[in-house]
């Protein structure tokens, strides 16, 4: 993949030792990286675990590549 471990790494590229990050533009070009924030949204207001979000995400996203993983 693009070395992303979770949707994070699409906003986020780096964070300095005071804790500032570095803010990647990749998601404004990235439909999917959009797609997928959007949906985990939606289903948290919906009151959906972490667990269950993972796995629809894992579902609905497989075609485009394989789930990354949280550390």
Known sequence: GMGH???YDCYV??????GTLTFDNHAIYCRICV????DTMHLLDEGKSIPEISSYI??????????????
């Open 35 to 38: 797609d997928i924030t959007q």
């Open 58 to 71: 894992d579902e609905n996203y497989a075609k485009f590549g394989p789930p990354t993983i949280n550390d």
């Open 13 to 18: 590229s780096g964070e300095d030792a005071n």
């Open 5 to 7: 471990k979770s949707t």
